[in-house]
């Protein structure tokens, strides 16, 4: 089975290449990356005019898959990657029941391989049940699949056991991926506290709430050696933090999301619980230092934190609508607007969602090198689109970008050489 | 002037010619409180719902009989009596209201926003009787009126709030409605009481009493919530009063014609002295009479205002 794209222009961060090449896949890897490949029996899909890249990654996805399949589901989670040039994501375990035993994780493997449209990696948990009390069993979930170990949507509050969570994923050589929250100081809070939560009478959460947990954890991760990746950046005081930690050769890396290099609190106005997620959409300053962050390197990934709810959840009064929205769908294009914006070169902007997400996870995607697996995106970086809710792939619709106009989007999504999605 | 609004759901969003007239329409109603018979039947045949999530005294019955001397239905419904506790949203509960074909809901409840929330979803109109810590238009309608019964004016006065600012939907909506009629409005309070960026909102703020109320013609004072306290803002209500409370010699610093105001229910001894509360000063109780006015100023105005008088 051999299938040629040719004539696209082939950017891969990981090898430094931005050039007009074909690419030949032989058996859903790659065979072979040269000016004008002969088709030979080889089915031919032209990327004339195309970005051409390697299947892209987001690590920070909740695919509610099992038990809250009423918000999305394997199947329709991984086709939303597939529709957004996602090839592999990494899925967070605050399922029902957690990501704590090996049963989860099987299952979620198992489902994703028969069912999905994409590479489905999955996150387990700290501690059991997510209670930041006991260890959950690392070894064994490393071994079924887990690429790393988060209790996300919450913090872990115990420092100690942070610390022995720490220590003990070093010792299977995986990251500790860090919601950090210190919750005394969220006290409640339901959006960023600033000027805008001071006019709606919105209880605030400070970006200290965000930035003293980044603090400890990045200390924790110095004393014991292991790898810390830091969750969602959203403040000024934990890229800075991150960016101290780097220099003095901590071993952390970070992801930001789209909606915190994009929009600000101000999305709030008019009680819009489709702007309401944590951590909170901060001030123009904290997106300023977000985006100096991704353009120096500091800020490793940008991920989605994709976290689809129902409408029924989202319909209420802003102080008790559910936390997050949707962001597989709208990944390329917001990534692509900081290139427009010139805040990032195009390599670099795509390696923070292909060969840089998969080095933090230890995962063998994200390049076009020969031998590697064909997860192939083939983009259109000026098509203009419009977001509306019934053409999403995902189950839920809580996106704040419905009713906008994005430029750029996948035009074809390669999964080890086959087709998953196509536009 | 012709301003008949579909939704009174903030001061923010109304002019200083908007908010003037409002206040000439109350001016005309307040006489009609004081007939032997006040009644009159502007608004016969049209249903208000009181819809209040949250306990109020002052409030539901200012907007209840405001309804009624005016000759429109109005109905009572409290969170207690309601599907509240039965699981409902707060959408399905309007909804079925609704279906009874109200004229106007007039609502209260704990959710910043819930009024907008309404408005948004249903074809009658809304108004904000309390909506969490966003705003309370009429409170702050009636507080102006107030003030310009007993100054003449508005404009160019120095009006003082201290108290509980980051939970005071009061505070909110008397900074908008003072400093668009042209007052100088200038907010005390301890630091965990300040929300930050409070100045955008159009006001001076301090974090001592005397500098607040110094040469002030009018000394507004928020009732310490303690109901709303889940965090330790305070270390108790004697230091509060020792340091925001205000009494007699404090009382001084300001003009010796200030007034002194406060939105009620009081705690006697904690943010006002009884010796204040009973002095010569206060206004208190107008304020709460011209509530009645200024509600059924409001209640008019979204009915129709004139177009209702000419049909």
């Known amino acids: ?423 | 002037m012709i301003f008949n609004p579909k939704h009174i759901l903030g001061i923010k969003e109304l002019s200083a010619a908007e908010l003037t007239f409002i206040l000439d329409t109350a001016e005309s109603f307040k006489e009609i409180n004081n007939r032997d018979i006040k009644k009159v039947p502007t608004l016969r045949g049209k249903t208000i719902i009181n819809l209040f999530f949250e306990a109020s005294t002052r409030t539901r019955t200012s907007f209840e009989i405001a309804g009624k001397r005016l000759s429109a239905d109005t109905v009572n419904i409290s969170a207690s009596s309601s599907s509240v506790v039965k699981g409902e949203t707060l959408e399905d509960t309007a909804k079925n209201i609704e279906a009874m074909h109200p004229d106007i809901i007039v609502m209260r409840h704990s959710a910043s926003g819930a009024c907008h929330y309404l408005s948004e979803r249903l074809s009658c109109s809304v108004v904000n009787a309390g909506d969490g810590m966003h705003e309370h238009p009429s409170q702050a309608l009636l507080d102006a009126f107030t003030i310009r019964q007993h100054k003449g004016r508005i404009d160019g006065l120095t009006v003082a709030i201290v108290g509980d600012i980051t939970h005071s939907r009061v505070v909110r909506s008397n900074i908008y409605c003072l400093s668009k009629l042209g007052a100088t409005v200038r907010i005390a309070g301890p630091g965990t009481m300040l929300p930050p960026g409070l100045e955008s909102l159009g006001c001076e703020v301090f974090n001592n009493l005397a500098d607040a109320i110094r040469d002030a013609d009018c000394v507004m004072m928020l009732r310490i919530q303690r109901e709303r306290q889940g965090a330790p803002l305070i270390p108790s209500v004697r230091e509060y009063a020792r340091y925001f409370g205000l009494n007699d010699n404090n009382l001084k610093l300001a003009k010796d014609d200030a007034i002194v105001m406060h939105p009620g229910p009081i705690n006697r001894g904690v943010e006002m002295s009884s010796a204040v509360v009973d002095g010569p000063r206060n206004v208190i109780l107008d304020q709460v009479e011209n509530g009645v006015a200024v509600r059924m100023a409001l209640l008019y105005l979204v009915a129709g205002g004139e177009k209702l008088q000419q049909d």
């Open chain 1, 1 to 423: 089975m051999k299938v040629l794209v040719k004539s696209g222009r082939v950017i891969d961060p990981a090898n430094a290449i931005d050039e007009k090449l074909d690419i030949l896949i032989v058996d859903g890897k790659i065979a072979e990356l040269a000016p004008n490949i002969g088709a030979g029996e080889a089915d031919v899909i032209s990327a004339a005019g195309m970005l051409v890249t390697p299947g892209l990654i987001d690590m920070h996805v909740h695919l509610r898959d099992p038990g809250l399949e009423y918000k999305e589901d394997i199947i329709t989670g991984t086709r939303a990657a597939a529709a957004g040039g996602v090839t592999s994501l990494a899925c967070m375990p605050n399922t029902s029941p957690v990501n704590d035993n090996l049963a989860v994780t099987r299952y979620i493997i198992s489902k994703a391989g028969e069912q999905g449209s994409a590479n489905v990696f999955p996150i387990g948990c700290i501690s059991k049940g997510m209670k930041g009390e006991i260890l959950a069993e690392m070894g064994e979930l490393k071994e079924g699949g887990c690429v790393g170990f988060s209790d996300d949507g919450l913090p872990v509050k115990d420092g100690e056991m942070m610390r022995r969570a720490l220590e003990y994923a070093g010792t299977f050589g995986a990251p500790i991926i860090s919601h950090a929250e210190d919750l005394s100081l969220v006290a409640g809070g339901a959006m960023n506290e600033g000027p805008v939560s001071t006019e709606l009478g919105l209880k605030g959460i400070p970006n200290v709430a965000e930035d003293a947990m980044t603090a400890r954890d990045i200390m924790l991760a110095e004393l014991t050696g292991t790898h810390l990746h830091v969750a969602h950046v959203s403040t000024r005081g934990s890229v800075e933090l991150v960016r101290q930690a780097k220099t003095r050769g901590v071993h952390v890396t970070c992801e930001a999301t789209p909606h915190h290099f994009t929009l600000t609190d101000d999305a709030v106005r008019g009680y819009n619980t489709n702007a309401k997620m944590n951590p909170p959409l901060r001030s123009q300053d904290d997106v300023d230092a977000v985006c100096a962050g991704l353009a120096d390197g500091t800020i490793d990934a940008i991920a989605t934190d994709h976290a689809p709810h129902h409408i029924d959840e989202k319909n209420v009064e802003f102080a008790i609508a559910m936390n997050g929205i949707v962001g597989l769908e709208t990944l390329l294009p917001l990534t692509l607007k900081l290139v427009g914006n010139k805040v990032l070169s195009l390599q670099q902007a795509i390696a923070l969602i292909s060969c840089q997400p998969a080095r933090i996870l230890g995962i063998d995607r994200g390049t076009l090198s020969v031998g590697a697996v064909a997860d192939i995106t083939l983009i259109n970086p000026n098509k203009e689109w419009l977001v509306e809710a019934e053409k999403l792939q995902s189950k839920s619709k809580n996106s704040p970008f419905i009713g906008q106009t994005m430029r750029g989007c996948a035009m074809k999504t390669l999964l080890a050489g086959k087709e998953v999605y196509s536009r």
